[in-house]
């Protein structure tokens, strides 16, 4: 409730007033970081941010388990974090989490889902609807359903002028 009164409608520029908001009620956030308004935390003292990450425009961060976001890491709009599933093999199917961690310089694209334990190396792409689990490996692009690593990520870094 807190969220929609107070932060879901807010401009881009009031990112300092929305991490605000979610460290009040547990977030570690550190400078520089941006929480959308229109995208969802489910348990913010589950949220970790380190600096220069970014939930975009409708991510959900379902966050059951700990979801931590190292350096620079962009999460793109209505992506899915998720941090809990069922488990199906059992008549009453009890709740299975798991930590999601994205390493530093990695980048969830538009609408990808990350599954619960699910470990995001440092400089991974992982494509636009992309679904992953597991353990990527490092600077490495991933895409599709079921995702799969379809080659190596170069990145050309440019010193600053």
């Given at each position: 409730m807190t969220?929609?009164?107070?932060?879901?409608?807010?401009?881009?520029?009031?990112?300092?007033?929305?991490?605000?908001?979610?460290?009040?009620?547990?977030?570690?956030?550190?400078?520089?970081?941006?929480?959308?308004?229109?995208?969802?935390?489910?348990?913010?003292?589950?949220?970790?941010?380190?600096?220069?990450?970014i939930l975009a425009d409708g991510v959900q961060c379902y966050n059951m388990a700990p979801i931590r976001l190292h350096l620079s890491t962009i999460v793109s709009q209505r992506a899915f974090l998720c941090g809990g599933t069922h488990d199906y093999t059992k008549g009453d199917h009890p709740l299975v989490t798991g930590a999601i961690e994205i390493g530093p310089h990695a980048w969830i694209a538009a609408e990808a889902f990350v599954g619960p334990g699910t470990i995001v190396s440092e400089g991974c792409v992982i494509g636009a609807r992309a679904v992953?689990?597991?353990?990527?490996?490092p600077w490495s692009v991933y895409a599709g359903n079921p995702a799969k690593r379809i080659k190596e990520r170069l990145i050309e870094w440019k010193e600053p002028s």
């Open positions: 969220w929609l009164i107070f932060a879901s409608w807010t401009p881009k520029k009031l990112a300092p007033w929305r991490c605000f908001l979610l460290r009040l009620f547990g977030a570690t956030i550190e400078r520089n970081s941006d929480v959308r308004g229109s995208a969802r935390v489910w348990y913010p003292p589950n949220l970790h941010m380190a600096s220069h990450c992953v689990n597991g353990r990527l490996e």
